[in-house]
């Protein structure tokens, strides 16, 4: 509240906006900057391929005709020996 109140209203000048006033963001203010378009078509794109290595991966390891032929539990060590290394090498 001390911070609205030190800011003037854009009432006070007449309802017009002052060239420093920031107008707030909406989602379609966002989405006309290209770069916020191009970094979000670069997050979606690593998005899917994460999903779907993730996805594919044990069902390779299942195949048993070409695939690795690997059971369950050992897909299950596989995933969290991973899991334990990226959190490893995140805190080191």
Known sequence: DDIVALI????ENGGRQM???EVPATILSLMKRKST???LLVYWVYSFLIVSLDESFPLFCLSKASGLAIREKNIG????GT???YVTIQYV
């Open 83 to 85: 899991g334990f290394f």
């Open 19 to 21: 060239a420093n006033e």
């Open 8 to 11: 003037p209203h854009s009432s």
């Open 37 to 39: 378009r191009e970094h």
């Open 77 to 80: 060590n596989i995933f969290s």
